[in-house]
């Protein structure tokens, strides 16, 4: 291929630079001895379709890291990080909440994701992830896009009363389930499952919380997956099942029926997101006991083990540095860990680097947000601990000050509606110290699950 490729950015944005002839489908602007082209969707599938390295591949069993990018410029500093790495990165990453907040589509994140990896010239592989879907249509949108992974999202189908329920009433759940759509009868699934398990003992009481809490989750995974599977036709793709955003955590038991059913049913996941003991908060480090977490998060990956292996995955997987070497100690290479919002963060530390009034303003309205924003999240930042007039040189102590950094993550979909052309116009201007801060961010990340 004759022609150069290069990413060029001004104080309008970015756009293609080629030098040579164009790709075959792809539009420009000649000026002088090049072609400038914009950064849309048909230059981007052109790229893809002529140079096969900036599309995502199937992750399958690698151990990998989700590097979710809610403003379409975190790809560079991400590849920076993982390059030297033996974590498989996944770099086309947004659930439909976050496209939906960040007035991004699947194909945006799917388009920025190239443009970062042809920046980079990145042709060792990546992944992507269209995460948290709960839907055909939405899962279709992202098979559209050019997306090669799933995550599937079926907390509205899991009834987490069960887990309290009164025996009478667990009882009536038992019986209503879909039996012919599970695919089994209630005697053939109380002997597939009572008894002595990888997960441990499972009684009769244990099991109708099991299938009242999760079988009709499980049954709504299936449709979905094979819904994918129609569309796919046989050619690889990566899947993950999460059950992480549920009221209660998912107890090595749950993990167990979870997983065994979903292999009964056919479906083929490598990765599963149960929600683990202690607490996973936006944007800093775990809450609870190490080593309550370490017994509980070693019986899950006992499971992985056994059932699969498939990977353990951890949402909400950022700043989670005292677990790391848990996680890894437990899991090896059979684990990815997911992180969106952190790379948010970093791109305002850009911001409080570079324009002190901007950040100013963003931070004064995301404290006013928060109150309303943090609603779908599980957050326990209180705005009174937020320091109040920090002094210009405190700025960047906010991003390791635990109420702030929670406060300014949760708001980012707000903060875009108001400030989306400042908050461009600042990075666009400083995207080498983006790509700096993320390296650094992720590097500490990367490092604790390295075999060497």
């Known amino acids: 291929m004759s022609a150069k490729f290069e990413i060029v950015t001004d104080s309008q944005g970015r756009s293609l630079k080629v030098t040579g002839d164009l790709l075959a489908g792809m539009h420009g602007e000649r000026q002088g001895d090049a072609w400038i082209c914009p950064l849309d969707s048909q230059n981007a599938a052109a790229v893809r379709k002529a140079m096969p390295w900036t599309a995502p591949i199937p992750v399958g069993l690698r151990k990998s890291i989700g590097c979710g ?24 990453q947004q659930s439909i909440r976050e496209m939906e907040r960040s007035k991004r589509s699947p194909q945006n994140v799917m388009d920025d994701a190239t443009w970062g990896v042809l920046q980079m010239n990145y042709q060792s592989g990546f992944g992507s992830d269209a995460d948290h879907l709960k839907n055909t249509g939405a899962i279709d949108d992202c098979i559209a896009a050019g997306f090669v992974g799933f995550t599937l999202d079926p907390n509205e189908y899991v009834d987490n009363a069960a887990h309290t329920d009164a025996p009478a009433t667990l009882q009536q759940k038992f019986d209503s389930l879909p039996w012919n759509e599970l695919e089994t009868s209630a005697a053939d699934l109380k002997k597939l499952y009572l008894g002595t398990t990888p997960g441990g003992t499972i009684d009769d009481e ?105 990977k353990l995955s951890i949402h909400t997987g950022s700043d989670k540095f005292s677990i790391y070497p848990i996680i890894y100690q437990y899991t090896g290479q059979y684990v990815h860990l997911k992180t969106a919002g952190t790379s948010w963060l970093e791109a305002l530390r850009v911001i409080a680097m570079n324009d002190v009034p901007l950040f100013r303003e963003i931070l004064d309205f995301a404290i006013e947000r928060y109150p309303i924003d943090r609603a779908s999240y599980h957050v326990s930042a209180e705005l009174a601990k937020v320091p109040t007039h920090p002094a210009d040189s405190e700025l960047l102590g906010l991003f390791d000050q635990f109420d702030a950094r929670q406060v300014l993550h949760v708001t980012f979909g707000s903060v875009l509606d108001q400030y989306r052309e400042q908050l461009y116009a600042v990075l666009y201007a400083h995207l080498s110290d983006y790509d700096a801060v993320l390296k650094k961010h992720f590097d500490r990340h990367i490092a604790p699950f390295q075999s060497n």
């Not at 299938?211 to 049954?219: D, F, H």
């Not at 209660?248 to 599963?272: C, D, M, W």
């Not at 775990?286 to 992985?304: C, K, M, N, S, T």
Request: glycine share 8%.
């Open 69 to 92: 990018d809610r403003l379409g410029l975190a790809t560079p500093g991400h590849i920076l990080a993982v390059q030297d790495s033996d974590m498989f990165p996944v770099l086309p």
């Open 206 to 310: 244990a099991l109708l919380r099991a299938t009242g809490k999760y079988s009709r989750a499980i049954a709504h995974v299936m449709r979905l997956a094979r819904h994918i599977d129609s569309k796919f036709d046989g050619q690889p793709y990566d899947l993950e099942v999460s059950v992480d955003e549920t009221d209660t955590p998912t107890s090595p038991a749950e993990h167990y029926f979870i997983a065994a059913e979903l292999k009964r049913l056919g479906v083929n996941y490598q990765g599963l997101a149960p929600r683990f003991i202690g607490r996973f908060e936006k944007g800093v480090d775990y809450i609870g006991p190490l080593d309550v977490f370490e017994q509980d998060f070693a019986a899950h990956a006992r499971i992985a083990r056994e059932l699969g292996p498939y």
